[in-house]
């Protein structure tokens, strides 16, 4: 692996982004875990540069750390404990994590690790579903759990999830037992994202945006958000972003690697809005 976002080591203040290269915790179709390679080939492709809209370079504030070397079993808690204890190591270099999934099961084990830095702690969590089940298919560490271990362990005190499409009513159940808030889809133009203050994990499903714009998922869902909306929605937030992840990009569904392209974007914005607005 070698190229701009790589070759120096990393130093407080520096974005680390990660890949984690796991889908044995999907329920529907595997290639998540196939990911974070595709993600890189777009960043790195000469279609775009590392500017983001509001010109900042990326290379000058990432460095790509690789990615970790998971089993890629399913419900393996050596699996999350290597995610957990990777960004463990990344926080106390003073660096902010920012992940390429992989399924969306990789985003407890990151929480685990980034709870323990901030005491007040809003997550944004965009998806065409909650990820509240509390347990899918026998498995706690499912990618249609997460967010269920996140708020039974107390890892954020708020959760906001936006784009939501498709709650089945054990998951709506769910989302008033935690207390989180949901912005459905339909309900997206009334949300103001300047109302949520940090410190601030944003985490990106790639099915929360509508097909049209990342048909290269394992979960289709019409009627989601554009990429603009999405675009708009990390550059809104009113606090500081403290890490970040974007999950289940499948380049075995993906057309002619647009999905990738949207997720490079993302994890372009995402770079570029926590370089902006560092705290601790």
Known sequence: MS??????????????LYGVGIDA????????ALGPEAIRDQLHSGSANYYTEDGVDIAAVVVDVGSIAVGNEAGSESDADLVTNHVVETLRSGGRPLGMGGD????YPILRALRSLHADLTIVHVDAHPDLYDNFGDNRLSHASPFARIMEDGLCDRLIQVGIRTATAHQREQAQRFGVETVEARDFQEFDARSILGPIYVSIDLDGLDPAFAPGVSHLEPGGLTTRQVIDLIAGVGGPIVGADVVELNPLTDVGGVTAMVAAKLV???AGRMSAGQTS
């Open 268 to 270: 372009k914005e995402l």
């Open 25 to 32: 915790n999907s329920t529907h179709l595997a290639g998540p």
């Open 104 to 107: 969306h099961s990789i985003t």
């Open 3 to 16: 190229g701009p976002l790589t070759g120096r080591p990393l130093v407080a203040g520096d974005i680390a």
